[in-house]
């Protein structure tokens, strides 16, 4: 992997150079395995000084095996590192031009040394031109957590208490897996998912032609599967507060043909979520009744996940891989409600109690196929996957209630999913410096959704294709990087309300642009620009027309006429690199058109005295959404680190929503509003060697008001401590999420006819206890602190 530093540079040389008015020169190369001829990444060279054999200057080869150093003009000794190779040094010493030294081979060595030079040190967030990377591995509290816990520990990721993700404040975000959308993306299947399962995340602020225009920002989850030959695995086991437990196997056997890999995990958990509502009522501004409600929620739940798959390396160019994804997920919902009801003057006149004995079972199935084609020239390629999945959903509800005036309720939901994604992609390079990409993906959805009820069944059969051709082209001049994209998309929607014996048809044709500048101001600062344009599709969920329950006095119902919004966006990032201090800035602004926006009114019915309200999504208005998000790495020394992060938020809604209730009163709320919102973070690390591990994140998020609710501030903590033990083969670890159980959603909503207080918090906070034993696979961090950034490479192919 590259890496996010170049030169490394000891003494501050560039005080030398104005000294001394040293001319530069560039030493460039290539760096390949002796045997297979196949380019290295992440090689380090380093030149030392021949007096005080102190290293001066030093680079890291990209993807491609190639590398540039600028070093003034002297005598050095040089030499090419990278574990598990043989450091071979390189036949120059006096540098009075520039050079390029052309291929240099590396032989692996027959075995590890207990001693080696520590080289350089992976970081845990790593800066790309278009992305971040988050290398799980050095994240302590990655031993037991799930995916969902970790990405909270993202300095650029927000996941609030409802769950919902934001990268960069940007709320339209994709999660992949492997550079696909897989069933294992899924909610729930993040929160099961093993953090140690997963090798890195990568977050594309700004997805490019390739991915589907759907996507405005994109986490993508690498899972491992072993790189070194023979065999290596490892081995955890969690136990956890209130219920919880698991483990995790991943094991991987690479020969010379053949690499096979699973990750294989079982988790337990009993979330106990606690759920309070105030609720007021208006008319004509005047107080009629109130409704208090108290709920405890139990979701007793038992996961498995499973990936098997076998990569085949069919020759030195071409390779195949397979892969199967299993999941189930047994859950069991046990949830009751305690309801009180008063008249204006707070007189109890009606309580009930509302119980749900209701189960979810969800399996899933997936097949990966990808194949890989090299050609003789370099970054020549071609890479084509496809996967299909079924996903069959089960949900089971039985409501009682103790209230005669309140309705018993006994209906199922079943869903099943059948996706297929198919993509095709050839990679061609014009020169070192410019180069094209072409291709096709399709998607093809079905999704039969049945809502059965004793004496009634309604059936939707929901089918969605997506032909889409992209392509690209990137040049990259001395500073300056230049990339240009397009995507077409052809998604055609056919829903067929079964029950209601009509069928609907959609057909959404666009054209998608995608321009991106990146210019280097010095080899620590770099400025890039964005410019690309996305839009949203509704899912069943959003279209489905009738009524789901959220308790007896309020619904929500989707929206079959629902239509897709459109976003033209515009990105700034300006990124520094220095030699305590790592810093990006990113600002952004999107304009939506015909945006979402989600709706409670009152139905004009009322029960024991209390008004209806009903939810649902509608299009609506304009969204002006400006984002400014600031990450700061300061390296205070080897045994501390900070990370933080500030993202502040502007949105400005316009919109009036208007219907008339089965009352015939007529329904308006204003949208027309400006608000401000904000959410900081700082991750600190503390790393006593021989010692342990320790590592803090704290986040806060102010007061967010809307034109229809008001969110109060929230600030939450997660810990985590480490220590590597038996000569580094295993680690023990103790993380907590939410150790202080203050991650809370209170909310409050009003309009004319209601004010409603939301509180909805987990009864306990998570604290787990893990052990994780490796077998051939020592920790081998490498140490070198580069204080300039990584040159890109000529082409991205």
């Known amino acids: 992997m590259r890496k996010i530093f170049l030169l490394l540079i000891i003494l501050t040389p560039l005080l030398n150079f104005s000294q001394t008015n040293n001319p530069i020169y560039t030493i460039s190369g290539k760096i390949v395995d002796t045997s297979t001829k196949l380019p290295i990444e992440d090689a380090t060279i380093i030149f030392k000084s021949i007096d005080s054999n102190k290293i001066m200057y030093g680079g890291i080869t990209n993807k491609r095996g190639r590398f540039e150093v600028d070093l003034a003009k002297g005598t050095y000794n040089a030499s090419v590192e990278i574990l598990p190779y043989k450091t071979k040094k390189l036949n120059i010493s006096s540098i009075t031009r520039d050079l390029n030294i052309g291929t240099v081979e590396l032989e692996l060595k027959t075995e590890f040394l207990d001693e080696v030079e520590v080289i350089a040190e992976k970081s845990t967030l790593e800066f790309k031109r278009n992305k971040q990377v988050f290398n799980v591995g050095k994240d302590i509290s990655s031993s037991g957590a799930s995916v969902s816990e970790i990405l909270a520990n993202i300095p650029s990721v927000d996941i609030d208490p409802d769950g919902n993700i934001k990268l960069n404040g940007r709320d339209d975000v994709a999660v992949m897996i492997n550079g696909k959308l897989s069933t294992l993306s899924k909610s729930d299947a993040l929160k099961s998912l093993p953090a140690g399962s997963v090798e890195k995340i990568e977050l594309l602020n700004n997805p490019g032609a390739s991915y589907s225009a759907t996507m405005g920002a994109i986490i993508n989850i690498i899972l491992k599967k072993g790189k070194e030959e023979g065999l290596n695995a490892s081995l955890t086991g969690t136990g956890g507060f209130k219920d919880y437990y698991g483990g995790l196997l991943t094991l991987n056997h690479k020969s010379k043909k053949i690499n096979f890999f699973t990750n294989t995990s079982y988790a337990r958990r009993n979330p106990i979520t606690l759920a309070t509502y105030k609720n007021e009522y208006f008319e004509n501004n005047t107080t009629t009744s109130f409704l208090n409600e108290e709920t405890e929620n139990k979701q007793p739940a038992n996961f498995f996940i499973s990936t098997v798959g076998f990569e085949f390396y069919l020759s030195k160019k071409s390779t195949l891989t397979t892969t199967v994804n299993y999941t189930n997920i047994d859950s069991k919902n046990y949830a009751t409600t305690f309801s009180d009801i008063f008249d204006s003057s707070k007189n109890s006149i009606a309580t009930n109690t509302r119980k749900n004995d209701g189960s979810y079972n969800d399996e899933i199935i997936e097949f990966v196929v990808d194949y890989e084609q090299k050609f ?147 080899d620590s600062k770099s400025i890039s620009l964005f410019i690309n344009r996305n839009y949203t599709v509704p899912g069943y969920f959003q279209l489905q027309p009738y009524e789901q329950k959220i308790s007896e006095t309020i619904s929500f119902i989707g929206n079959e006429d629902l239509n897709p919004f459109y976003q033209n966006n515009i990105q700034l990032t300006y990124t520094y690199y220095g030699k305590k201090i790592i810093f990006q800035s990113v600002l952004s602004h999107s304009i939506y058109t015909d945006s979402w926006q989600n709706v409670t009114y009152k139905t004009g019915e009322q029960i024991d005295g209390v008004d209806k309200l009903i939810s649902t999504i509608v299009n609506l208005g304009k969204l002006n959404y400006t984002v400014a998000n600031f990450t700061a790495i300061y390296n205070l020394s080897k045994v501390i680190n900070f990370t ?18 089965l009352a015939n009163e007529t329904i308006t709320q204003d949208f027309n509003f400006s608000n401000v919102n904000a959410n900081f973070s700082l991750l600190t690390k503390l790393k006593i060697p021989n010692w342990f591990n320790f590592q803090t994140n704290v986040m806060h998020t102010i007061i967010s008001r809307g034109p229809v609710s008001t969110r109060q501030a929230y600030t939450y903590a997660n810990v985590a401590i480490s220590k590597d033990i038996f000569d580094n083969n295993a680690t023990i670890a103790i993380t907590s999420s939410d150790i202080f159980n203050s991650n809370i959603i209170k909310r409050t909503r009003f309009d004319s006819n209601y004010i409603s207080d939301v509180d909805i918090r987990q009864k306990y906070p998570t604290i787990l206890a893990s052990f994780t034993y490796r077998f051939n696979q020592r920790k081998q961090d490498r140490k070198v602190n580069f204080n300039k950034k990584e040159k890109e490479s000529k082409t991205k192919f």
Do not use: C, M
């Not at 992609?425 to 072409?438: F, M, V």
């Open 644 to 661: 933080a992060n500030a993202s502040i938020e502007n949105l400005d809604q316009t919109g009036v929503f208007k219907t008339i209730n």
């Open 376 to 522: 003789s020239k370099e970054g020549q390629k071609l890479t084509a996957f496809i996967t299909h999945s079924i996903d069959n959903e089960i949900f089971v509800n039985q409501f009682t209630n103790t209230n005669a005036n309140f309705l018993d309720e006994d209906f199922d939901i079943l869903n099943t999913l059948k996706n297929t994604n198919t993509k095709i992609t050839y990679a061609n390079p014009i020169n070192e410096k410019s180069g094209y990409e072409i291709g096709y993906e399709g998607l093809f959805g079905s999704t039969l959704f049945e809502y059965i009820e004793p004496n009634a069944s309604k059936l939707i059969d929901f089918t969605d294709t997506n032909h889409a051709f992209f392509a690209s082209y990137e040049k990259q001049f001395k500073k300056l990087y230049v990339g240009f994209e397009l995507r077409a998309e052809f998604l055609t929607y056919k829903i067929n309300y079964d029950y209601l014996n009509t069928v609907q048809n959609k057909k959404f044709n666009n054209l998608f642009p995608y321009l991106s500048l990146s210019y280097s101001i010095s």
